[in-house]
């Protein structure tokens, strides 16, 4: 690509203002090219706003792991468990779960882990680089996580999970009961064991350090508008998307990056993704609800606790619910009922309950790459739970494959087309 034609809106439109596509936008800024960002809502206004903030370089594992996979009948017996179907959206589900069910199979998860802990490692450098650059740095918190546990064997169940994060060079210390205190004071003694992972590292909030990188995407001539995109469709030499209200724009490259709402725009190029939507819920406390020194994660459970400057996040959990449900906010109310449980004096009022839509891919790994029919579309959606912290290593693999340059990890466990076995 030489330069912006005339007859073109940008060279490059993204579609999707979350944590992704700023990145995506903020690297491809940098490069010279002249990006434009649709979102219906704005800059990390929807699901970027309300993660729980961690920057989760040493989570490796595919969610259909040995231990996930055998708390599944206890979880789904609980209506506000950690993981929630809704009976009426079981059966348009049932394909997803069955490739779901598959990608815990030894080989699959095998490569998955392997492609995740490439991801997840690129993903550090690449956000350590850009804080540098953007100098973003005070909104890093490098303190850790605890995961807890209140009991011996929900403690050995999860030994597998460390032994394979063992095997990338993942350090972890586990804390016998009378440790966990000099990590966490004030915890309930219903937790017995615990487990210190140093490398965990979260951010001041989320919504904030995704708008700072836009801040510098912005300085760079990235543009935004405020949009809904109908449909988007190959024209010529280029890519014409189709907005709510009749307008038309246009542009030499697109990159869909839509989130949970993207498997329409790959369906439109010849790419039957199988995304699905996982909600996700949080309630988010004022500042001082409690002294938490660093994110706590209760896997049994499902939900963490992050200390955020703007408060207190409790959330997590997951609902199979797709995009059109009205939100079950019982499922926030319940996880901070089991937080106040956990935390002895924890100060529960004034909270603020949130809805988010994660994209899921039943391999937990998201799909970046190009469309296979149409080179002048890319894909970068499905991140489930990691969007946050695989978003600048997304950012610097959309940026090479646009400038044509190799990728830094060998990329083909991303591609869309490997639901077909291409």
């Not at 100098?135 to 030994?159: I, K, V, W």
């Not at 970068?380 to 969007?387: D, E, I, S, Y």
């Amino acid at each position: 690509m030489t330069g912006l034609e005339p007859a073109r809106d940008s060279q490059v439109i993204v579609i999707g203002g979350g944590i992704v596509g700023v990145a995506i936008a903020a690297y491809l800024a940098e490069a010279g090219r002249k990006v434009l960002i649709l979102d219906r809502s704005g800059i990390c206004e929807e699901t970027s706003s309300g993660n729980a903030g961690a920057l989760a370089f040493t989570d490796i594992l595919p969610l259909a792991h040995k231990d996930m996979l055998s708390k599944l009948p206890r979880w789904l017996l609980d209506p506000l468990g950690p993981l929630s179907i809704p009976p009426a959206y079981l059966p348009r589900l049932l394909p997803w779960l069955w490739r779901f069910l598959r990608a815990g199979r030894p080989g699959k998860f095998e490569a998955a882990v392997s492609a995740q802990a490439a991801l997840t490692k690129l993903s550090e450098l690449e956000w350590m680089d850009l804080m540098g650059r953007f100098n973003m740095r005070h909104m890093l918190r490098e303190d850790g996580c605890l995961e807890l546990y209140e009991s011996e064997a929900e403690f050995r169940a999860s030994e597998a999970g460390w032994k394979l994060r063992e095997r990338f060079d993942i350090p972890f210390h586990h804390l016998e009961k009378q440790e966990i205190a000099q990590y966490q004071p004030g915890l309930s003694d219903a937790i017995v064991r615990a487990t210190f992972v140093p490398g965990w590292k979260t951010v001041s909030d989320p919504q904030r350090v995704g708008q700072a990188v836009w801040a510098q995407a912005e300085a760079q001539g990235a543009r935004f508008v405020p949009a809904t995109v109908q449909a988007a469709v190959k024209e010529g030499d280029g890519v014409t998307l189709f907005l709510e209200g009749g307008k038309r724009l246009s542009c030499d490259l697109l990159v869909v990056a839509a989130g949970a709402w993207s498997k329409q725009f790959a369906a439109s190029f010849g790419d039957r993704v199988p995304l699905e939507t996982e909600r996700g819920y949080n309630t988010t406390l004022p500042p001082g609800a409690f002294d938490v020194k660093r994110q706590l994660i209760f896997g049994g459970h499902g939900f963490v606790i992050t200390p955020l400057e703007t408060g207190l996040r409790i959330g997590g959990a997951v609902e199979l619910g797709g995009l059109r449900r009205p939100p079950n906010y019982a499922r926030s109310r319940a996880m901070l009922d089991k937080a106040a449980r956990f935390l002895p004096g924890m100060k529960t009022e004034g909270g603020r309950q949130w809805m988010g839509y994660r994209p899921s891919l039943p391999d937990s790994l998201p799909v970046i790459g190009r469309s296979r029919n149409e080179p002048r579309v890319l894909y970068a959606f499905g991140h489930g739970h990691l969007g946050l912290t695989e978003s600048a290593a997304t950012g610097r693999l959309i940026r090479d494959l646009v400038l044509d340059r190799p990728p830094p990890i060998d990329i083909k466990p991303y591609r869309a087309a490997r639901f077909w076995g291409h």
